[in-house]
């Protein structure tokens, strides 16, 4: 071994405690880019695998009715490889196991084969036989909620019958990768079942034999997707088409996009925190390493060691941190990303679903591990490099306090002199003592982001189960009714209020822009369900016109007092001019909203409703909900309290842990901050503190200096780490807000309070643990010894 | 005269088994009451651990060290912190001045924990440096600073002055300034004053001079006519 490898090993030994933080830090950094880059990688390669293998549909459509001899005409359209006609219903399903009904999707498998289109991947039993029309398969999520095999019973009411089905085995679809009832934002895999089934079952259940209303289309490579969407919408409009979308606008697929594009914020957003502090730790350790070996570079020069040698040997230093980080990254990394991949696996059902960290994603990590060692170590090096051998080797002058601190002059006359000294200090190096608040504040910062999570997840959901659906049961019918149907929900038992709405799918277009959105009809005077700003204010429903939602208006360039254009997209296919009564902001969904009484009219279905919130005796539970399971034309019972009980259980199983995480992440940070902040404040004062400890000023009076210091920066930082915080925090409000969910920032004074105080206990451990030094102070040698 | 220390059989071994080093064997000498005493002697000769005992910033190994009716080896840390707060006045090689103090802080500092302190102007008028009180001490010679560090260690009016090689970083003119100084608070003030020097011509300076080597004392001269410091030469 060369001597200054020897040597480099020897130094890194001596500040092993310093690389330790760094290490930590930089490792915490990687770990959260490794698992979400790699899980980003992983969750977009296996989406694109599952979607070859079971040939995921490029469009697909729902209408009315059409004759099964439109099948082949829509297999000759421009750019299609294949169509899967199917047809697709909704029912309850009666569990002996559940009190409350569950929803059920069913969609019909062909007569003959697999689905050419969303085929299925069977993880266990059978298909159906065609000759058994009870044989059905269920999506692997209910099963495995409501721990159904192949041969249990399933009991539904499909179309106003009920019927006793059997599962033959359990599925997972290209289709139900995310799985939520329709109008639900968040999965309740014991509350929703998608159940596929023979197609003359299904035909015959739901009267569509010889026909289909429902296709889903796999377009060929390279096909003018919008040439075949013509096509299609062309033979199918006369049918009662909706007109064929996207996977943009099919509801899994959309989910998948936005976590991973959430995953890419993450990904970017806080490796970039730590890895700036991991800058910051290595930039202060080495600084402080070459003002401590002036003499040995000195030393070196004068041998005749070159400037870039000596350059070199301190930069081997950050290249080792680095490659311990880099190596702490990638271990802690890979736990974190199978550990979010098995968590990612309760949400998204797909048939294997593995975390791996690719080649590019090691080189990207370590390419952020040596850029972060490196910046962070560049000032040292430089100046190690450019240090003349002759004034290496003379001792330094000592710091000139005479300049700078005027303004500060009179102040510390009336300070006693340990105050004197922490002041001056402070005055005298402004950037020193800003780079160890920035530090501290950082640490703050960060724990102020992870803390606003929790809080603003919680403010959500207090506020969508708390103000905006109070009602404790919504059912939705299969097809709009007539009002009357208000008096038999009003008798079913235990009912206390009845409130109708009215959804319809539409096409809003203004200009050139089209897009299709859910139009809601509020009834006016709404006491159980309700739009709530984020002002926390209850948003009426306007007497004339049409509420946009921002994130709607914004796409369709709309403002108040803009007429727009709506079209039905089933049944009657209406088409109206509608003025804009104004731009809203809700917290939960992109939809629009009018008066129900106007919004029936303009469907010319006065009137009409599509189902009721309401609001039940609790002592009549039981029996509302057995009388629930016998009632026909129902397509779906969501039960708000279920719904609300599951959310909260997931957020606080799931989004704790990670806040959890984060916070332990933020933690170390903090730790390593401060300690590697009071060590250096000890190493720069150790003669100082050696003189006042021979003087005779006890450990206390000499602790008073070192701690005071960096405890005066610490108390500095918090003004930028609490602004700093919150304008992170806010900014992550705005990344991770989708065009459903728009996250409030809330100001949670639990999590300000436990970040500041934190953070500066940490400093506090952290100067207290090496005051234990003051203590080992070895006054002699260092007041002997030159500076 | 009264005994300001009283030595008996000291020895202070760094070390164990075969590779411990005997700093100082078997030492005994009696120091009396303002006596200004040199202590020379090659390096590594014990002189600097018997002054850091003395100062109680180091415990003697075996053997016995009184200071009047106080015996130091059997004090504890926070005893020697009391001791050196009370009596010992130091002074180093290297100044050792808090670089963001001024001279007059600097010397004040001694004030806030001395029972009966010059004050620091008094102190500095002293070693002639009432000019440059505000000055840091980054603005003053090394003789300007070593008499700003005399001045910090007279100010408490200690019983003990101990000095490591006081004028060891300094040139011939400013180390006669810096023993002038220490040679006219003892006469003043009647402090024990012991200075370690390699050089000899300084320790014609003092009344006794204690000759070591090897970590024993070998000799002890008697000075009849102690020499001024404008006589030296070195």
Redesign the interface.
Known sequence: MRPLDAKLLRDIWRMRMHAAGIVLVLGCGLAVLIMAVGMRASLEKTRLQYYADKHMADLAVSLVRAPDRLAPVMENAPGVAAVETRISGYALLDLPQVAEPVSARLISLPRQGRPRVNDLALTAGRWPDPAHPEEALVNEAFATALRLRPGSPLDAILHGHRQRLVITGIANSPEFVFVTAPGEMFPQPERFAVIWMGRDALGEAYDMRGAFNDAVIRLAAGADIRAATRAIDDTLTPYGSAGATGRDRMMSDRFLSEELSQLGILASFIPTFFLIVAAFLVNISMGRVIATERANIGLLKAFGYSDLAIAWHYAESALIFGTLGLIAGIAAGTVYGRFIAGMYRQYYHFPNLEFSASLPTLILAAAASFAAAGLGAWNAVARAARLPPAEALAPP??????QGGGLFHGFAEGL???S??IL??IV?FPRRAATTALGIGLAISILIVTQSFPAEMTYMLDVHFGLANRQDVTLTLSEPQEAGVLHDIERLPGVITVEPFRIDGVAFSKDQRRVEEALFGLAEGATLNRLIGRDLSVIAPPTEGVWLSRPLARKLEARAGDDITIEQLRGRRIRATVRVAGIIDPMIGSSAYMSLGNLSSLMREPGRISGAYLRLDPAAYAAFTARLKQTPALMGASFVSLAERSMRKNFNEHMGLMTAIYSSFAAIMAGGVAFSAARVTLAEQE??L??????????L?VSYVLIGEIMVLALLSLPFAVLFGTGMAIWMTHLFSTENFAFPYVFDPAGYAFAISFTLACVLVAALVVRGAVDRLD??GV????? | MTASFSLRGVNKQYGKGATAVHALSDVSVDIQDGELLMLVGPSGSGKSTLLNILGGLDHATSGEVRFRDALLTAMSDRDLTAYRRRHVGFIFQFYNLIPSLTAHENVDLVREIADNPLSAADALALVGLTGRMDHFPAQLSGGEQQRVAVARAIAKRPAILLCDEPTGALDLQTGAQVLEALSEINRLYKSTTLIITHNADIARMGARVVRFADGRVREIETNATPAKPFELVW
């Open positions: 002058q000592p710091a000139n306090y005479a006693d002199a340990k004197r000294i001056r200090r005298r003669r100082d050696a003189t006042l400890r021979v003087l005779g000023f006890s450990r009076e006054m002699v007041l002997k010894a030159r500076d």
